[in-house]
């Protein structure tokens, strides 16, 4: 069994930044995908972003250039750093792994098969 947990998560004004922590409780984490994804109210759980066991990382357009995806091997966390926030970037934030996905379903939440149990995130204009 895997565990995960999110940290990081708080209020921040337009343009601000923030940097959440997902810390991956379990065996070789070098080989899971690990990916970030994000609900907002009354939405549907969409991809932020993705990092690769191989260490290739994936983003969703809306936060390119933005946000940027990391791990520490050693540490076993997975960071995703969040610069020049919008008030469209409110949600909660949640981190999922995952051994076995192929790069097509990198960005599906239903091919997750750990996940953490989310932060908020609240940007104001």
């Known amino acids: 069994q895997v565990q995960l947990v999110e940290s990081g998560g708080g209020l921040v004004k337009t343009g601000g930044s923030l940097r959440l922590f997902c810390v991956v409780d379990g065996h070789s984490f070098r080989t899971y995908t690990v990916g970030w994804f994000r609900q907002a109210p009354g939405k549907e759980r969409e991809f932020v972003a993705a990092i690769r066991s191989n260490g290739n990382t994936l983003y969703r357009d809306s936060v390119k250039g933005r946000f940027t995806i990391s791990r520490d091997v050693a540490k076993n966390t997975v960071y995703l750093q969040m610069n020049s926030l919008k008030p469209e970037d409110t949600a909660v934030y949640y981190c999922?792994?995952?051994?076995?996905?192929?790069?097509?379903?990198?960005?599906?939440?239903?091919?997750?098969?750990?996940w953490g149990q989310g932060t908020q995130v609240t940007v104001s204009s």
């Open positions: 999922a792994a995952d051994r076995s996905l192929i790069l097509s379903t990198t960005t599906l939440a239903s091919a997750y098969d750990y």
